[in-house]
């Protein structure tokens, strides 16, 4: 029992090379300053004395509600004030520490800090907040556990090999709960997308677009042809278990999880196009890169 | 508290697998736990079993202080019910109250996301938490002016048509209607009750 565990336990630490990291740590961090100056857009009319928003109009809504208590775990030091200023140097500290991230600076502590930005502010927007909000949380919080990889902007002989690239057993932890998250978001999607009617009438694709005001490419009317949708909406449904069995894919041939991470990539860009979810989808597209290093057996793991 | 669980990890390159720490088998444990919870909260969104239920009622202090838990947000893409469908908050079915923003931003999310929740309240029959969270979106528009208001002004919340929607999606009467009452600047909202199946013969002139 112990053993079966310790091999469980030996998955999980087994070391993979810092940069691989490093790249997911430079689009998550890409993600992130998007996120942030897109709240920034919005933050005078949310936030404020005047907000629709503000911690007072929460607190009287909560209080009438009786839902204080499913609010409680929501911690966030915003709650504290209505200074709209406060919220618009949150958002730009956000995409600062967002972006040392990018980068590789500060340390490891400023992934912690990154996490924490995104889960303290997603916890002030209480039912402003949406999926996209718990996707980035939780695959910040899987790069939190390895060590920095500093992007070499100026010397590329870094980006090769040496010592910036070494074998680390946190990163190996790191890419793997990336994975795994990954994993069970995408299985998640596919097997409730299958309790919806439109996914077997052949009309998911349209579902998708269909909120035309709410969408930023107004695809409905290029989706009329039922060749269009029907390919669409089958190609939607298939290739995200297929993506996923072939990107978890064990075997000395290194190029089927590529091919597997390509297809979940292509996956969550037709998503992201018909149904504009462009930050859940570019977080995703991090998170499923790092099954192809996830799923590498232990056996074909490159040597210190 | 990674460097704690992995420092003692040995011989970064060996294929051979190591008694580990009981540091690090703590730490698996408790990724194993966090999986599980985040797994239960992603597959409870459709409809939640008892078992999860009453395991997120366990499990919904970390995931919420977290924000790893999905909290009854569809992870499914689309399923074509009317409940996708746009939301909008006019007065007197032309003016929008909730400002601009762009397509498919998150701005617009939100906005959704907040709509959807007076929408959820309406349908609860929640007039009074609706008027909560609309009175401050009122507040901050020309409706709190006496001299720019219009005559007997009206709040609708309504949903905006898609290919999908058929022609009595198209005809059901606003999710809410209230009237907005302008009493020198203070501002209150009455909700209009949706018109009900009657015996009564309605429409006829006599002549």
Known sequence: ???????????????????????????????TVFYFSDALTDVSFWFGVEGVHSSQNVAEFLQRSGLQDAAAASISPLFLTDSLWVYQTYCLLGIAIATAMMLGRGGQWICVAAWLSVVLWSNRLLWLAGLTETILSLSLFATCFAPTWKVPLWNRRNLI?????????A?????????????????????SMLAGEVWWNGTGAVAL?????ARSLGL??????????????????????????????????????????????????????????????????????AIQWAATPRELMPND | MARLAFQNSGDHGS?????????QRGFVLFIMGHLFLVATSLLSTVSPSGWMSQILAVGNPYLRATHFGVDARPVYLAHGNPNEQPLRLRVNDDEELLPNTIAGAGSDDRQQRWLATVGLLAEQEQPSLVAELVMPVLQRTQWQRPSDAIQDPMVRLIREPTILSDVLDDQAPPLYEAKIINNQGEIAVVRLLPPRLTATAIGGTSQ
């Open chain 1, 220 to 289: 409905v009317d290029s989706l009329r042809s039922p060749w269009i949708h029907e390919i669409l909406t089958l190609a939607i449904v298939v290739t995200l278990p297929l993506g996923l069995s072939l990107a978890w894919r064990s075997g000395p041939d290194h190029s089927v999880r590529r091919y597997g991470v390509a297809i979940l990539n292509g996956w969550a860009v037709l998503i992201a196009v018909l149904g504009s979810h462009w930050i859940y989808s570019g977080t995703l597209v991090c998170a499923f890169t």
């Open chain 2, 15 to 23: 294929r051979v697998v190591r008694t580990m720490t009981w540091k």
């Open chain 1, 171 to 191: 990163t190996g932890f790191s890419i793997r709960l990336l994975a795994v998250q990954a994993t069970l978001i995408g299985l998640a999607t596919w097997l």
């Open chain 1, 161 to 169: 090999a040496g010592e910036a690239d070494a074998l680390s057993p």
């Open chain 1, 209 to 213: 677009a269909a909120p035309e005001s």
């Open chain 1, 1 to 31: 029992m112990m053993q079966a565990f310790d091999r469980l336990v030996a998955w999980w630490v087994s070391p993979l090379r810092i940069s691989t990291i490093g790249l997911i740590r430079f689009a998550l961090g890409l993600v």
